[in-house]
Nanobody
Framework: QVQLVESGGGLVQPGGSLRLSCAAS????????MGWYRQAPGKQRELVAGITSGGSTSYADSVKGRFSISRDNAKNTVYLQMNSLKPEDTAVYYCNAAIRARTYWGQGTQVTVSS
């Protein structure tokens, strides 16, 4: 059974930082492409950042230079370091795994940026 468990969300002031973690189980993690998506109220879910099994990264234009995705294959965990947070970053953040033409989702973690 595949499980993706996110953690690290919370309330932070504008300009602050958070680090999200996603622990995976039930998949051959090192072979999976991993991504972070987010969904704000009334908006579609969007890709924030992705990292391939080989370690190549990509980012949405809105977070370039502020967010950083990384992975630790020994811990089956992917991270999203978020710096210089803005109110418009407020959303539920979801971890995604793609492997062998299948995708899996975590339950999401809330990030709220507000003063």
């Amino acid at each position: 059974q595949v499980q993706l468990v996110e953690s690290g969300g919370g309330l932070v002031q504008p300009g602050g930082s958070l680090r999200l973690s996603c622990a995976a189980s039930g998949i051959f993690f090192s072979s999976a492409g991993m991504g972070w998506y987010r969904q704000a109220p009334g908006k579609q879910r969007e890709l924030v950042a992705g990292i391939t099994s080989g370690g190549s990264t990509s980012y949405a234009d809105s977070v370039k230079g502020r967010f950083s995705i990384s992975r630790d294959n020994a811990k089956n965990t992917v991270y999203l370091q978020m710096n210089s947070l803005k109110p418009e970053d407020t959303a539920v953040y979801y971890c995604n795994a793609a492997i062998r033409a299948r995708t899996y989702w975590g339950q999401g973690t809330q990030v709220t940026v507000s003063s």
